[in-house]
């Protein structure tokens, strides 16, 4: 797929790295505890409905395990993971970039050690380390705002090694029902362009702008108000915005 037409990196994606279909599990139950403990709580979405409903389903179905949804802020790139993880009790895990972010928000990092027990520091483990050892959806919020440098540590996680390396020298190997979505919004101030070598290891797709009656029906879902015409004018006001 040429992305070109993005203006965030000139290269031409790769999408053979795909790996054999294997349909993520379902059911909290089925997860270790430990995830389930530090999983992003998305209950409120239980009740949404997907506006791509065949992209999740690929995703779920394990072709590809990484995926990146570029496109306009409000088209719900992110809802959409959240809306299929609710409703199929899975876990989800939501990770929010910025030009402040550093590779030990993502991994794994040393804190100190309150306890009392043990050594001066402890090893914290962040989100992305539970879902790739346990199972479960990590979304990586609008990538395009950290650095390629900090980036790069989801190589090995993503790619054919399917490891990841935390601080204390420990290898964490992925989990069958691991899957990985990144979001961004293409030429936004502030945005970084991607690395090739980054993003290479994802397959892509474009949300189009959320179109009137979307928007509609999500703010009905959301705010429980279902006066359309009402909501029609609010679509003319965002979309004029």
Do not use: W
Not at 35 to 46: E, L
Not at 167 to 189: E, W
Not at 198 to 204: G, H, L, P
């Amino acid at each position: 797929i040429n992305i070109t037409l993005y203006e965030y990196t000139k290269i031409t994606v790769d999408n053979s790295h795909s790996v054999t279909k294997n349909t993520i599990t379902k059911g909290y139950e089925n997860y270790a505890k430990e995830a389930i403990d530090h999983m992003t709580d998305v209950s409120q979405y239980k009740s949404y409905t997907c506006e791509y409903p065949q992209i999740v389903e690929m995703v779920l179905d394990g072709l590809p395990i990484a995926m990146i949804l570029a496109g306009p802020a409000g088209t719900g790139k992110s809802t959409e993971f959240k809306i299929a993880c609710a409703q199929n009790e899975i876990p989800c895990y939501v990770t929010q970039f910025s030009a402040n972010s550093q590779e030990d928000d993502f991994i794994s990092s040393y804190i100190p050690n309150t306890t009392g027990e043990g050594g001066q520091f402890l090893l914290k483990r962040r989100d992305f380390t539970y879902a790739f050892e346990h199972g479960g959806i990590v979304i990586l919020d609008e990538i395009n705002f950290a650095s390629p440098n900090v980036l790069s540590i989801f190589n090995s996680a993503i790619d054919d090694s399917a490891c990841i390396f935390l601080d204390d020298g420990s290898i964490i190997h992925r989990h069958k029902d691991f899957r990985c979505i990144a979001t961004l919004n293409p030429n936004y101030n502030g945005t970084n362009k991607l690395n090739p070598a980054f993003v290479d290891r994802f397959d892509f797709f474009y949300y189009p702008e959320i179109g009137k009656n979307s928007f509609i029906s999500r703010l009905q879902t959301e705010t429980g108000f279902k006066n359309k015409k009402a909501l029609g004018v609010i679509y003319e006001q965002f979309d004029k915005l």
